[in-house]
């Protein structure tokens, strides 16, 4: 049996993981550690609440008092480190919550991991922190070896963060491991990102904003097989290592959005092109042959059976994001928490 801490739990890919490693081990016992900003939806965890071997709490990760209490009262096994702002557009309007949450908040939770002896650290991180590759050279992929070169407030707190766990494991032997992924899509992702925003708009028959024209390009992993992932590198990765997740998926943002109204039977007309964003990435594509050929992961998810998926999900949720659009969520949480 472990305990294992997942911060971010109530997020997208946090809430997923959350219901995989229960899932998947039905024997330990998982402590969901969450601050509920806007994006924190505990009802994205509805059906596992009352699980016995399941505890949320809500907290921020940057608060140390805090944060060393908790580890002291629970001895974590195993931690997961989820937690973060992630949106850019966001990083670009206010990046002090940014440096705070994703820097302040990851050094917060490496020293109580060092302080308290863990088994494992582990830093979700983001292929965004290699900055882009350009459009015309379809040959080139992020690597482990790629250096850092993020190009947004955010994603240059997710490298700073990365720094710091590889120098806790470097100077005080903290057994760390990182992952780093390429965009996910799925159930319950918050209607604020591309695909989520384009169905919920779609649906209501809305304009799709495409920044510029609509030809970046991203490669798109399934949040199931970003779990499968990340239990895999908690338990078999070697400590001190990088590895990059990746569904070989490259769409371009215009196509992902033509996929969603043909899907839908909605049509193109609805698309409508915006003032790109500053410092727009171009091309994200990740190599995770180090993942596939020490670990043995595959992706189960190709983007096209993927999105059908998806889609159906949202079209059979929809009190779950309307319940977001409405700010309805936040009362689920209030009850929850007695906040």
């Given amino acids: 049996m472990k305990k294992v801490l997942i911060t971010g739990g109530a997020g997208f890919i ?8 229960l899932n998947r081990y039905p024997e330990y016992k998982i402590v ?54 992630s949106h850019v557009d966001r990083s670009v309007t206010g990046p002090g919550i940014f440096i705070q949450t994703n820097v302040v908040g990851t050094q917060v939770l490496l020293d109580a991991s060092k302080e308290f002896k863990v088994e494992r650290y582990h830093q979700v991180s983001t292929d965004e922190v290699y900055g882009d590759l350009p ?107 990088v590895y990059n997740v990746g569904g070989h998926n490259e769409r371009t943002n215009l196509e992902v959005v ?7 039977g909605k049509p193109e007309s609805l698309i409508s092109y915006v003032i790109d964003r500053p410092g727009h990435d171009l091309r994200y594509a990740i190599d995770p042959d180090k993942l596939e050929s020490e670990l043995g992961w595959k992706a189960k998810y190709n983007f096209d059976t993927g999105i059908d998926m998806t889609i159906k999900w949202y079209l059979d949720n929809r009190d779950w994001w309307e319940n977001i659009l409405s700010g309805e969520y936040k009362k689920y949480d209030e009850k929850y928490t007695n906040v």
């Fill in 258 to 264: 033509k996929t969603i109204l043909k899907a839908l």
């Fill in 32 to 85: 969901n550690l969450d601050l509920l900003t806007y994006a924190g939806n505990l009802e994205s965890l509805k059906e596992i609440e009352n699980n016995p071997n399941y505890k949320f709490i809500k907290g921020d990760i940057a608060d140390r008092e805090f944060i060393f209490k908790l580890f002291e009262e629970e001895k974590f096994d195993i931690v997961v480190n989820f937690a973060a702002e």
């Fill in 135 to 241: 459009l015309d050279r379809p040959d080139l992929f992020f690597t482990e070896s790629t250096p850092l070169n993020p190009s947004s407030p955010y994603s240059a707190s997710k490298a700073s963060a990365d720094f710091l766990v590889h120098a806790y494991h470097r100077t005080f032997g903290l057994p760390i491991t990182i992952s780093r992924c390429s965009n996910n899509y799925g159930p319950y992702h918050f209607p604020e990102k591309l695909i989520p925003l384009m169905i919920s708009r779609a649906l209501n028959d809305e304009s799709l904003p495409v920044y510029g024209n609509g030809e970046n390009v991203r490669d798109w992993l399934h949040v199931e097989d970003h779990c499968s992932a990340i239990d895999l590198i908690i338990h078999k990765g070697r400590v001190g290592e």
């Fill in 14 to 21: 946090g809430s997923n993981f959350v219901r995989y490693m």
